[in-house]
């Protein structure tokens, strides 16, 4: 009797081949993210050493968000056609040689470029990513290893919130880059070695016999497999993105992933300047960028288990509301603090951020499950792509016109807090307009 890989996986224990699969999926996505976030976290450095103002360094902040989108619905789309093993490791080269050459720039003009190059790569690496490691997971488990995979970029944030001061004082803030980027090549080796595309994805592309032979990776029996449809109003099994029956789930996945990544770029790529600006010092400002990464790592791997068992609808109104409420309290603490902060202050302060932090990483987790859960296995690449794509507006917007926001402020984070208020508001969309939600377990 035919039968599909997820069936297959559904009656089958891990094996260690996922596992390693996942764990190396993790590795690119934390190497991703820390390529991402150090130029945020250096900035107050670049910024002096270059003799520009927050607004103009914005262009490079947004550079590389700009290359991100470009290159997770381009890459998306590869990973749809030639595969996601190979599509993955062409991003990490691309990633890996853009970081180092960001240590060559002499203005902010050379450092976009590159950036912009880098951020190519990291979109295409985490279309790819998330989409094989989801695809050889159990229904089982993939909620929480999207979900998982997602901490990527605050993983990448946090490492490199804790490593900075070292890496900067060491090799000064261009020779870390060259150090992360070399690192990040050696990543390279372990998705040719041990990556491989799967039954689902290879049996939608037609590939039967390459398909069973995959499928020994988690089975010992021979198979009669059948590709995966995923809508029964579709035309087939094979429909793209922007099909009509894909239509209220892109319009949700835009709003709701703009809205976060918003909010989360505009915290982790301005937290060291807004808190420098506030009378920290650098090395407890980039503490803060840590305490984000953290809270970011266990909140998005938390966002799983919650969207699971209570559904999407809920879990995305609940982090909305709770990001909201916390932007508010940490625009009053700012505001109110003159001079030097007290322990107590800082305290405070870098408790609101890792808060804020869990609660748009949930977020945004949260939006990796649905379309994972939604998208059709002919799109699922290109769909987690497209999703990544639309949420670069928020992102760019952030990076590019907080130093903006903070400069019409004039020393207050008003105006910068209140454009993140309405973000965080907006991220319910989720809730309201996509009709393809990740049921409650109880209704599953």
């Known amino acids: 009797m035919s039968v599909t890989f997820s069936e297959v ?25 820390m390529d991402a976030q150090m130029l945020g976290v250096v900035a107050p450095l670049i910024i002096e050493d270059f003799g520009i103002d927050r607004g103009t360094f914005g262009l490079a902040l947004s550079a590389a968000l700009v290359g991100f989108g470009l290159g997770s619905w381009s890459g998306g789309w590869l990973g749809d056609t030639v595969g996601r093993r190979w599509s993955l490791a062409l991003a990490a080269v691309v990633f890996s040689l853009g970081t180092i050459a960001v240590s060559t720039s002499a203005d902010v003009w050379q450092m976009a470029f590159w950036r912009l190059v880098s951020g190519l790569g990291f979109g295409s690496a985490y279309a790819n990513a998330i989409t094989l490691a989801g695809e050889w997971l159990p229904g089982r488990w993939r909620s929480v ?24 004082e060491s090799y000064d803030w261009d020779g870390s880059f060259i150090f992360l980027g070399i690192l990040t090549l050696l990543v390279v080796v372990l998705i040719i070695a041990f990556l491989r595309d799967s039954p689902t994805f290879l049996m939608a592309r037609g590939k039967v016999e390459e398909a069973k032979k995959a499928a020994l990776k988690v089975t010992d029996e ?11 109003d579709s035309d087939g099994g094979t429909i793209g993105v922007l099909h009509r029956t894909n239509k209220r789930l892109n319009i949700g996945v835009g709003i709701a992933f703009t809205s976060a990544t918003m909010v989360a770029y505009g915290i982790l790529g301005w937290t060291t300047t807004i808190l420098t600006a506030k009378g920290f010092e650098f090395d407890q400002a980039s503490y803060a960028v840590a305490v984000a990464g953290m809270t970011s790592i266990l909140s998005s791997i938390a966002a799983g288990l919650i969207v699971q068992r209570f559904g ?22 700012l505001e109110s603090l003159s001079g030097v902060p007290s322990e107590s202050e800082r305290l405070i302060v870098v408790t609101l951020i890792g808060i804020a932090a869990a609660f748009f990483s949930a977020s945004i987790a949260s939006m990796y499950a649905i ?3 939604a998208y059709p296995p002919s799109c699922r690449s290109a769909g987690i792509g497209f999703g990544i794509f639309m949420g670069r507006f928020g992102a760019i917007g952030s990076s590019a016109f907080g130093g903006t926001l903070l400069d019409i402020g004039a020393g207050s984070t008003v105006p910068f807090f209140a454009v993140m208020c ?9 809730a309201f307009v996509i009709d393809r939600p990740v049921p409650p377990l109880a209704k599953t």
């Not at 999407?312 to 603490?333: D, E, H, P, Q, R």
């Not at 973000?423 to 969309?429: F, N, R, V």
Request: a neutral charge; glycine letters at 8%.
């Open 9 to 33: 996986m559904s009656k089958k224990p891990l094996r260690l081949f996922q596992v390693v699969t996942f764990i190396i999926c993790v590795i690119v996505l934390v190497a991703d993210g």
């Open 145 to 168: 290893g999207v979900t998982t995979l997602s901490v990527g970029t605050p993983a990448g944030g946090m490492v490199v919130g804790i490593i900075a001061p070292s890496l900067v």
């Open 222 to 232: 021979a198979l009669d497999l059948m590709e995966e449809t995923h809508l029964p």
């Open 312 to 333: 999407s609808k809920l879990a995305m109104n609940s982090f909305s509301g709770i990001l909201l409420v916390t932007l508010i309290l940490l625009t009053i603490m």
């Open 371 to 373: 379309m994972t859960h």
């Open 422 to 430: 309405i973000g965080a508001a907006l991220i319910s969309t989720a």
